[in-house]
Structures are given as structure tokens and as C-alpha cells.
């Protein structure tokens, strides 16, 4: 599966909060993905 990423406007001083969800998902990537699939989740380009 290919995982992408697209470019976001973030709420003021909200990095913090990004930044642990991002590790998050990277610890639990495998978790992550099978979630999204399960999902049905569609991205598009």
C-alpha cells in the first residue's frame, strides 16, 4: 500500500498535538493501515 500525505492549514499552536499524533501512528503504522482498509477508506489524488 502506498501512503502519502497531503499539505494541511494546522490551527494555531497546535504542532505540539501533530507531532505526538504523528509518532503515534508511526509506532502503530501496521495497526493504522489494516484500520484504514477495514474502513473502506479511499484515497484520492
Known sequence: MDV???LI???TNS???VKAWQAELNTRKTEAIETL???GVCVES
Open 9 to 11: 492549514k494546522l490551527k
Open 15 to 17: 504542532m505540539q498535538n
Open 37 to 39: 482498509k477495514a474502513e
Open 4 to 6: 502519502g500525505a497531503v
